[in-house]
T-cell receptor
């Protein structure tokens, strides 16, 4: 079975622009979480979705939003990009809320 | 405040030597503890997790970790390191078994010398 897939793998945007990152969970997994990993730091929790509903949100501004679709895939949107949004964005899926997280390889976002 | 501290930013170990990576946590409730490994350009892979019960937990790739509540520690160990173990290691704490809203440490980079 395919693992968690994220697209695109790399992305370069300019300050003030908007970006959408996509995640396809492992087949059958119903929960998707998003993490931001700034260079030299550990990942930081952004959102968790389960059955298309938001189940958790980290300490991120409203410029960050996400949604989960009926097929359990997910999108992370970031508006009004800042230089500090440059990071590796990781998506993780789990079978249920009680299952272990399986991470994708991430999307590397560079804001110039 | 909830936090995870990994005191060692970078560790170099000779191939075949033993390894211990330190992790200290601060968490108000019963902690659920995890160790993840990240190779360059890759996502995170779960090595092992501790929820309750036996304080010594076994993971994949020959890793183990010991939970010490009195010291708020969850150190990762491996008796004999292989060159392929070179990677970045993250300790994380969460409030449930799912690893929801995990709090990660800053990571320890492991280099393996021949």
């Amino acid at each position: 079975d395919a693992g968690v897939t994220q697209s695109p793998t790399h992305l370069i945007k300019t300050r003030g622009q908007q970006v959408t990152l996509r995640c396809s969970p492992i087949s059958g997994h119903k929960s998707v979480s998003w993490y931001q990993q700034v260079l030299g730091q550990g990942p930081q929790f952004i959102f968790q979705y389960y059955e298309k509903e938001e189940r958790g949100r980290g300490n991120f501004p409203d410029r960050f939003s996400a949604r989960q679709f009926p097929n359990y895939s997910s999108e992370l949107n970031v508006n009004a990009l800042l230089l500090g949004d440059s990071a590796l964005y990781l998506c993780a899926s789990s079978l249920e809320l009680g299952g272990p997280l399986h991470f994708g390889n991430g999307t590397r976002l560079t804001v110039t | 405040a909830q936090s995870v501290t990994q005191p060692d930013i970078h560790i170099t170990v000779s191939e075949g030597a033993s390894l211990e990576l330190r992790c200290n946590y601060s968490y108000g409730a019963t902690p659920y503890l995890f160790w993840y490994v990240q190779s360059p350009g890759q996502g995170l892979q779960l090595l092992l997790k501790y929820f309750s019960g036996d304080t010594l937990v076994q993971g994949i790739k020959g890793f183990e970790a010991e939970f010490k509540r009195s010291q708020s520690s969850f150190n990762l160990r491996k008796p004999s390191v292989h060159w392929s173990d070179a990677a970045e290691y993250f300790c994380a704490v969460g409030g449930d078994q799912a690893g929801t809203a995990l709090i990660f440490g800053k990571g320890t980079t492991l280099s393996v010398s021949s």
